[in-house]
């Protein structure tokens, strides 16, 4: 075999070289640029739905680190653009892995808006970075200047500014999105001339690959959030066995409210120190109520043309018990018990919620009495009586929706729990007191109990959460049911509504 017929034999052996459009698609400036301007464009859009809000400014703050890592050594600008990236994807990262815990909520409130305001700096200073370093290149290359990198850093501070202010406006944000559009493609056509006018990279030297590194941050991101999600989801109970012996005054009290109607199952549950509260009382005013927690079944009754859809609730699993005592002592003074009991076997897979609205919320017949709210959660496994205090139990101020009206601040009781996954009767109790101003105006307390029923959330919400997003009736996850102690006082007397 002669020299010409080998080398001929190792022509034939190589693979064919791809087309030329397709060796300057991955240039190493090309490529760098791409993660670049597509990193860009995902951290600046918001699309409220599928979590796309958390998987595209993910997305989107790793093709940046990506795109600034290969250019880190090009020139000081780019290197600052680096670290920006870098540490922007430091903070960012733990912000999406508690989503996969119930501190989402106590994380954000705890951070913003400083986190806020340091994400927004980068963000600016990447921009910022991102132009100068062009600038840069251009003038060491000596070519002609675009405008579109100073142009993608005004468009920033001006939606900075936007959000300042608080804008809401639609035709105004829809010409800045063609804008930001048409910035990128002007970024990505600017990559391509500086290519075909001789600009080449030498991307910066790295021990560890883009893959390698990708693929470590994810996976590390994954194994967080599913230690979030394991051992996070639930509220830290302190349950206790229940042992507690009533004091001789706490169980002459005891007697006297059920001798006045105080329904038996609930009053077991008191505590000796709600119970003492009671002592000598004069009357009491009780409401029962079973609620559904399950989908129950479709009836369809046809009459005639007409058909009737309803939903018939063969279960319910929930016993609520509503309880006013009136007091000794000048003036009407009532505590008002709200009391909650699982009849049914049930799945607490997270987080529960009690949201009390107190007779004094809506009405200027009367007042708190300005004691501390009062209560516990208990369940029995294996012949024993376990006790707990809530989690929280709390006043909590916020804005409320309402169709009739509007929005209004309002403060209401809640109360946050958990129980444990083998628990039987699970049930507990809030209690508040109140004091007539005006003997005209009705009772009206109600409790929103929220009960999470499956694990299918991402991110994670507390039931809480849930109650306070506005949302009402059953959802994928939570479901809600409610009942109201409403009576009028005629002669001293309650006579319900």
């Known amino acids: 075999m002669t020299d010409r017929d080998f080398d001929k034999l190792m022509e034939e052996a190589l693979p064919e070289l791809p087309p030329d459009d397709v060796v300057a698609e991955i240039t190493p400036w090309r490529r760098a640029m791409g993660y670049i301007i597509g990193g860009s464009g995902l951290c600046s859009i918001t ?45 960012f990262l733990p912000t999406v892995a508690v989503d996969a815990t119930i501190y989402r909520g106590a994380f954000m409130a705890a951070l913003s808006p400083g986190l806020s305001y340091v994400l927004t700096g980068l963000n600016l200073l990447i921009y910022f970075g991102l132009w100068r370093g062009i600038r840069a290149v251009e003038d060491k290359w000596q070519l002609e200047r675009s405008s579109a990198p100073g142009a993608l850093l005004v468009w920033d501070l001006i939606m900075l500014g936007l959000a300042v202010i608080q804008y809401t406006g639609w035709l105004f944000a829809i010409a800045l999105l063609a804008c930001y559009i048409l910035i990128l493609r002007c970024l990505s056509a600017l990559s391509k001339d500086m290519e075909e006018h001789g600009y080449a990279l030498t991307p910066a030297p790295v021990r560890v690959s883009d893959g390698v590194l990708i693929r470590a941050i994810v996976f590390s991101l994954l194994a967080v959030m599913a230690l979030g999600f394991l051992f ?41 120190e709600d119970l003492l509260s009671c002592a000598g009382a004069l009357q009491v005013a009780v409401h029962e109520a079973d609620e559904a927690m399950n989908d129950g079944r479709e009836v369809r009754s046809t009459y005639g043309n007409y058909t009737q859809i309803t939903t018939v609730y063969d279960v319910k699993e929930l016993h609520l018990t509503d309880t006013a005592v009136q007091l000794p002592g000048d003036g009407d003074h009532w505590l008002v018990f709200h009391h909650f009991r699982w009849t049914q076997d049930a799945r607490f897979p997270g987080t529960e919620d009690l949201q009390i609205w107190p007779a004094f919320r809506d009405s200027e017949g009367w007042r708190s009495d300005g004691g501390e709210y009062t209560g516990r959660v208990l369940y029995d496994r294996d012949g024993t009586t376990y006790s707990a205090p809530y989690y929280a139990l709390e006043e909590q101020s916020y804005t409320a929706q309402s169709p009739f009206f509007g929005s209004q601040n309002v403060s209401d009781i809640f109360a946050d729990f958990s129980m444990p996954r083998r628990s039987e009767n699970q049930r507990g109790y809030v209690s508040y007191g109140m004091i007539a101003i005006d003997d005209d105006y009705v009772v009206s307390s109600w409790i929103n109990y929220t009960h999470q029923d499956s694990l299918i959330q991402f991110p994670i919400y507390t039931a809480r959460e849930q109650r306070l997003s506005g949302s009402w009736g059953r959802s994928v996850t939570f479901r809600l049911a409610q009942n109201a102690l409403q009576f009028w006082l005629v002669d001293g007397k309650p006579a319900w509504v």
């Open 47 to 91: 699309l409220n739905f599928l979590n796309l809000n958390l998987l595209l400014p993910l997305i989107g703050v790793l093709c940046q680190l990506l795109g600034f890592r290969a250019l880190r050594r090009e020139n000081r600008w780019f290197g600052l653009c680096w670290w920006c990236a870098a540490i922007r994807c430091a903070l």
């Open 232 to 272: 996070c989801r639930r509220y830290p109970m302190d349950w206790q066995p229940e042992h507690t012996v009533l004091s001789a005054e706490a169980q002459a009290s005891r007697e006297n409210l059920l001798a006045l109607g105080y329904p038996e199952q609930a009053l077991a549950d008191l505590t000796e």
